[in-house]
Each structure stands twice: as C-alpha cells, then as structure tokens.
C-alpha cells in the first residue's frame, strides 16, 4: 500500500477532532517562522522543516445563514440567502502541486531574488537574499524541496461568505 502519509486527520485524546497534523515549520517562542542560518545549506535563507504535530483544526468557529427577501408590487417576491463559515482549516493538496511544479502565479516571477519572510534565530526580521543570478536553483529548493515537504505551508483557512441563493417567485392573482 501506498499513498500520502502526511498530511493526515487524526482524532486525539483530549484535542478536537477531526484535525490536521503534519510537518509544521520550525518556529521561534514567538511563533516566528525561523530560517535556516547556515551558508553551507541549499535552505540557506529558507524556512526549515520541523516536527510532526498538529497543524490545523477542520471544525469551523461558526456556520449562520441569514435569508432577506421583499416584496416588489403586490405578486413578486424577491429573496436571497447568504451562508457565513468563519473559521476552519483545510490542506490544499493542488496548492503544495502547483507550486512544486511551478504552475501556480505564487511561482511566476521565478528569476527575481527573494527574502524569504521570515526570521533568523537573534529575532531579526530574514535579510538572506536568493535568487537570481549564481543562485538559480533558489525557487526550486524552496519549492520542491522545503515547501513541498512541510504541509504547514499549505493549510489555508476555510473561511467563506458566500450568496447560495437567489429567488424571484411571483404569486399568481386568484382571478386567473
């Protein structure tokens, strides 16, 4: 059997369910995102993979729905519903996907040196450059070697407000 391992959805004892777990970024006591410091490194300047651990919670805070509707003329009726979902994670799998193989805009400008935005171990905001020329292979490390490894990198929140519908009813007269 094969298959992806992680990302996963665990139940946990004490811990909500269901919930995502995976390899998370190494983070500083701030919760800062830390970069690799070492020159000798290919993630030199580039975040660094951490522990396995719990990185993102499915369950929303809340779902509402509110529905409006008026009358227009005395035989129309027009009504809208709208849903709220605030809160909740998902992992995007065609996110990590189209990173890695540098179909996605977040990979467009692939020639143009980067920051990475995160922080060195002092606390200092990153100010290591990759990138460009002498360092081509910067996009691709952090991509396909650091990104696409770190499922933390692509859990996104679930959150929406949307219109799930629109109805315009007409009453029809008893005369006819």
Do not use: C, H
Not at 21 to 48: F, H
Not at 92 to 99: A, H
Not at 107 to 117: G, K, V
């Amino acid at each position: 059997m094969g298959g992806y391992t992680t990302p996963n959805i665990r139940a946990s004892a004490g811990d909500t369910y269901p919930a995502i777990y995976g390899e998370q970024y190494v983070k500083d006591d701030q919760g800062r995102i830390l970069v690799d410091e070492d020159p000798a490194s290919a993630n030199y300047g580039l975040p660094m993979v951490g522990e396995f651990g719990k990185i993102g919670d499915v369950s929303p805070d809340f779902i509402m729905g509110l529905r409006n509707g008026f009358t227009i003329f005395k035989y129309v009726t027009l009504s809208a519903f709208m849903e709220w979902k605030n809160g909740g994670d998902i992992y995007s799998g065609s996110n990590r996907l189209m990173n890695l193989y540098g179909s996605s805009a977040t990979t467009e400008d692939r020639e143009t040196p980067f920051i990475y935005p995160g922080y060195l171990s002092n606390g200092t905001p990153n100010n290591i450059e990759r990138g460009g020329v002498g360092d081509e292979d910067a996009y691709f490390q952090l991509y396909a070697n650091t990104l696409s490894s770190l499922p933390e990198a692509n859990i996104m929140d679930a959150s929406y407000l949307q219109l799930s519908e629109v109805a315009l009813t007409f009453k029809l007269p008893k005369n006819i």
